[in-house]
């Protein structure tokens, strides 16, 4: 029998780091960095938002994720048919789905991010709407870079970030 209020997770070894994915109610809620600097705030907030705690122990979500980030990883998957439940405030979540329209292989800077928003002053708040996603890669975060086409932070790091955007552009 299904258990009440458990977000569902397990590790992804991925090529440019180790991931921690989590399901909630067949809905992927986490992909994110373990080495992550933000790792305890990103549960804490979720968590206590879902009213839940977390159990090793894999879900149907979570197959279906590892085997698309496998494809991903390997060059042969440029978008992502998982079901999310992205956990935040109403404008983070207006900012990561905006991520999610960035097409495979392409950047946005933090500044054209907030003009597509329709928030042009927002360009702070843009950046710590991206800096909070817990579901990376799935929605693409990595996307984003400085103004003078620079590598900004990435909770992964820059280099994963470096390696991810060089996977989408070969």
């Not at 569902?8 to 600097?37: N, T």
């Not at 329209?101 to 946005?108: A, D, L, R």
């Not at 400085?146 to 280099?159: C, P, V």
Request: with cysteine.
């Amino acid at each position: 029998m299904k258990e009440k209020n458990a977000v569902r997770i397990q590790h992804y070894h991925s090529p440019c780091g180790e991931l921690m994915i989590g399901s909630f109610e067949e809905k992927l809620c986490l992909c994110d960095w373990v080495a992550a600097k933000h790792r305890d705030r990103v549960d804490k907030r979720l968590k206590r938002l879902l009213q839940a705690d977390y159990k090793e122990e894999m879900s149907e979500v979570l197959q279906k994720a590892c085997r698309q980030l496998d494809e991903y990883f390997n060059g042969k998957r440029t978008a992502f048919d998982i079901p999310l439940l992205p956990i935040g405030t109403e404008f983070q979540k207006r900012v990561w789905l905006e991520l999610q329209k960035i097409p495979y292989g392409t950047t946005v800077s933090y500044g054209a991010l907030a003009e597509l928003l329709g928030e042009p002053k927002s360009v702070r708040a843009v950046a710590n709407a991206n800096g909070a996603n817990a579901i990376s890669i799935f929605i693409p975060c990595h996307r984003i870079i400085g103004s003078n086409h620079s590598l900004t932070g990435y909770a992964g790091g820059l280099e994963a970030k470096r390696w991810l955007l060089n996977r989408e552009t070969l």
